[in-house]
């Protein structure tokens, strides 16, 4: 079955650095999809990528979505402290939309240190 | 104000009851889900739903049951067949693409 992949499982950064986290997909991708999960609490939605090769930005971050639409990343510039949380893609079954399953990475933790 | 509720929010069971799980959504979603979370791990599914009076099984339905009987509500049941039921339950629904979480229930079987 389709697996996704994220890495790193742990990232540690200082206040200010940059931050990167990885999603790799075993299939081909409709679209894929970034959820933050702060500690203690419950994913929310962050963006969708739809199409290949796109590049998304949200103030410090920033999301692509790879040309084979089978990898993405999200990068953080200049971390916060309010960065710190769980970062999970997701990705609907090959063929489908996200009306039906959505298929999580297992996430990267990200602390940052103040 | 729209949105998911859950409750109870944590949940203490001794091993050998069936506990069951509130899920409630006023967003008109016709999409529903039920995950499982382990400490570090991402999110599994265990059912969903995308109407009233169907569901499918996700990829760990093993001991658990759900039933839609309306489509606001999408309670779970952890029955006692489930060999590991300490975890986060986290509720989702849909419309389009989008996930909307609960707050999530922490059950504890000991």
């Known amino acids: 079955g389709q697996q996704v992949m994220q890495i790193p499982q742990y990232q540690h950064v200082q206040e200010g650095e940059d931050f990167t986290t990885y999603c790799n997909s075993s299939t081909t991708l409709s679209n894929i999809q970034w959820y933050k999960q702060r500690p203690g609490g419950h994913p929310v939605f962050l963006i969708q990528l739809v199409k290949s090769g796109e590049v998304k930005k949200q103030k410090r971050l920033t999301f692509q979505f790879g040309e084979a639409k089978k990898n993405s990343s999200l990068h953080i510039t200049a971390t916060q402290t309010t960065d710190v949380g769980t970062y999970f893609c997701?990705?609907?079954?090959?063929?489908?939309?996200?009306?039906?399953?959505?298929?999580f990475g297992q996430g990267t933790i990200l602390t940052v240190h103040p | 104000d729209g949105g998911i509720t859950q409750s109870p929010k944590y949940l203490f069971r001794k091993e050998g009851q069936n506990v069951t799980l509130s899920c409630e959504q006023n967003?008109?979603?016709?999409?529903m889900y039920w995950y499982r979370q382990d400490p570090g791990q991402g999110l599994r599914l265990i059912y969903y739903s995308q109407i009233v009076n169907d569901f499918q099984k996700g990829d760990i339905a093993e001991g658990y049951s759900v039933s839609r009987e309306k489509k606001e509500s999408f309670p779970l049941t952890v029955t006692s067949a489930q060999k590991n039921p300490t975890a986060f339950y986290l509720c989702a629904s849909s419309r389009h693409d989008q996930q909307y979480f609960g707050p999530g229930t922490r059950l504890t079987v000991t």
């Open positions: 967003l008109n979603h016709d999409a």
């Open positions: 997701a990705g609907p079954p090959q063929g489908g939309t996200s009306y039906g399953k959505l298929t």
